[in-house]
């Protein structure tokens, strides 16, 4: 693989990752953010919704009360009294804005239709309230007694249509609940409750302050708005078993049972009795006061179960405002953190491997002049691989220059061992010419003695045979003086040969480990020199035997000359010294074979050692290359 590549390929590799993970990580909370910003938007919307919800039944409520004082003042003879008058006020003052607030709230959520709906409503609210006020404050007959009869049918009808847009309002909401929604039918039955229990409560209050029956028309409407209100409370019979129903909850609705439909349905009961006969036992203000706690319970439960659902949206809101704001934070944390991992792995990691791959590049291709700043306080894994890189750098140095040391050693060995090379070559031609020539003096000694051998049988011929050996004889000493000019040479070249061995025993342990072989076969080269240098020693001394003999035997021959009588002795003693020399230049040509048979071995090993000179000496000159 190209290093350049693997170094982008390594950088890719990483920044690939991380990008994924941020891309990754980065949809991921974005998808988590948009989840808990829409359930944020929901629940805030679900919270608006709840708002006017509650404005609506509240404002509904007091407007009730508003509907039932009116309805009452429409139907007494005389103009109402300022309790009645400040009564009115203060019902419309507490319910109308909470309406016009509901409207806001639903202009400013874009519900645009359901707002001008409630808009219309309370303009057709206001004109009913303009005819009361203006019927309430005259006698009763001077007071439009067709809006009168009207009356109970055109207010109400205004409320009910407002509690319709609050349904729909209820009905534009998804995935409530089950405790909310349970809250919520509560809250819409209670309401109920009051508004029914309201209106048949006024029918009751005109004919308890007037002192009259009460007709059967009355009483059948009377029965129709009972019938609702006990539609509604079994309605909250069956929820208020759920579990879910808080402790404060199932107390009001208790309180709602005893006080509206136990005591007060008693009450009721009791004046449909009295109303019969016109004879009212009880009066109009205690009956307004108790008719009042008793709506007031269910007013109370739709307001509690209107409250607790409030709380709830306003719960549900914080926890999701909560945990967006969480996951926004952790989010934009995590990719802050991640894209400064990113930076860091770049700068601090990718950029340190690349820096050190191209050191290590640099020292493969023996650049050793390596930067090695900005590293120094580095404490990881990295620190360990620059470290490393400097060790094998100086290790690198040191083996250079060792090389070089060991070249200059491997070249001076490599010149000796060719000059020894040389020498034992020569040498070794040398022995091969001083065995040729011990040969042919072998073969006249033998000759010698056997003309000697004649000479017994043939006496007369002695003078002959004499002047023959005497030339014999001179020609002998001056081979044998031949013969000592080559053991000459051949005991300097045993020197000299020696001393080329102990000189390439020294190099070889200059040159250490590489040199250890050569040092074995220098050790055999001086065994090999002293061989020679001993035989060369023999030789001379046979042949200073041999001049000795020959001097004898000139002698003896000048005096065979002069006394042919003595000859035949002499010739025995001749023959005699013919067997010596015989024996001794035997020898000499023996021990002149091996000196050349060594010399060659020399020869053989000096080759081998200057061919593992050269092959250390080249690949010496390699490793400097490489290096």
């Known amino acids: 693989m190209n290093l350049k590549f693997l170094q982008k390929s390594i950088k890719s590799l990483i920044n690939t990752f991380f990008i994924f993970f941020i891309v990754l990580f980065g949809a991921f909370g974005f998808l988590l953010i948009q989840r808990y910003y829409s359930s944020y938007a ?36 005389t103009p109402i009294s300022a309790n009645f008058q400040n009564l009115l006020r203060t019902q419309r003052e507490s319910g109308t804005p909470k309406i016009e607030e ?32 203006r019927n309430i404050a005259v006698s009763i007959d001077q007071r439009d007694l067709d809006f009168v009869k009207k009356f109970p049918f055109v207010f109400p009808n205004i409320l009910e249509e407002i509690q319709a847009v609050k349904y729909s309002l209820t009905t534009d909401k998804v995935d409530i609940p089950s405790n909310i929604n349970n809250l919520e039918l509560i809250s819409n039955y209670a309401w109920e409750i009051r508004e029914f229990g309201g209106r048949e409560r006024t029918y009751f209050a005109i004919a308890l302050f007037n002192k009259t029956p009460i007709t059967p028309e009355i009483q ?22 759920n579990p879910l129903l808080d402790k404060e909850i199932v107390e009001e609705i208790a309180k709602l049972e005893k006080g509206y439909f136990i005591d007060y349905n008693g009450l009721k009961e009791r004046l449909k009795e009295e109303s019969n006969s016109g004879n009212y036992s009880l009066e109009f203000g205690d009956y307004f006061d108790r ?39 952790f989010t934009f944390l995590a990719l802050g953190l991640c894209s400064y991992l990113l930076h860091y792995m770049n700068e601090k990691v990718v950029g340190n491997i690349v820096r050190i791959t191209l050191i290590l590049d640099a020292l493969s291709k023996g650049n050793k002049d390596i930067d090695y700043d900005g590293f120094d306080n580095l404490d990881n894994e990295i620190g360990s691989m620059i470290k490393s890189s400097k060790v094998f750098r ?29 020498s034992s070559k020569q040498s070794a ?45 001179k020609e002998l000493e001056f081979q ?33 480990e590489f040199g250890r072989g050569f040092a074995v076969v220098s050790i055999e080269i001086r065994k090999l020199s002293d061989e020679s240098k001993s035989s060369a020693s023999k030789i001379q001394g046979l042949i200073d035997e041999i001049k000795k003999s020959v001097k004898k035997t000139v002698g003896l021959t000048e005096m065979g000359k002069k006394t042919a009588i003595e000859g035949s002795s002499y010739a025995d003693q001749t023959s005699v010294k013919f067997k010596q020399v015989a024996d001794s230049i035997g020898k000499l040509s023996d021990n002149m074979s091996s000196i050349a048979i060594n010399l060659r071995q020399q020869a053989r090993a000096h080759e081998e050692v200057l061919l593992a000179m050269n092959s250390l000496n080249s690949k010496t000159k390699k490793l400097l290359e490489a290096s």
């Open 394 to 422: 100086e290790n690198l140095l040191r083996l250079e220059k060792l090389m070089v040391e060991q070249s200059s050693a491997v070249n001076e060995t490599t010149q000796v061992v060719e000059m020894l090379d040389k």
């Open 220 to 241: 059948e409407r009377m029965a129709m708005l009972n019938k609702r209100a006990e539609y509604a409370w079994k309605k909250i019979q069956a929820i208020r078993t």
């Open 42 to 77: 929901s629940n805030l919307v679900m919270l608006d919704s709840y708002k006017n919800i509650a404005f609506f039944n509240l404002g509904t409520i007091e407007l009730s009360l508003e509907r039932s004082v009116s309805q009452v003042a429409l139907n007494i003879p």
């Open 291 to 329: 008719s009042s706690q008793a709506l007031a319970l269910g007013e109370s439960l739709s307001k509690l179960a209107t409250n607790r659902i409030l709380e709830y949206a306003e719960t549900e809101k914080n926890k999701s405002f909560f945990f967006l704001l969480s996951i926004s934070i």
């Open 429 to 473: 031609e040398q022995a091969g010419q001083v065995s040729e020539i011990s040969q042919l003096v072998l073969t006249a000694a033998t000759e010698g003695e056997e003309m000697v051998n004649q000479m017994k049988g043939l006496q007369a011929d002695i003078q002959d045979k004499v002047i023959t050996i005497n030339d014999y004889i």
């Open 102 to 133: 509901a409207v806001h709230n639903l202009m400013e959520s874009g519900n645009t239709r359901s707002a001008d709906r409630i808009k219309t409503l309370l303009l057709e609210m206001n004109e009913v309230r303009k005819v009361t006020d």
């Open 480 to 512: 044998t003086n031949q013969i000592g000019s080559i053991t000459d040479v051949v005991s300097e070249l045993a020197k000299q040969t020696n001393m080329l061995a102990l000189n390439a025993a020294v190099e070889a342990s200059r040159a250490g």
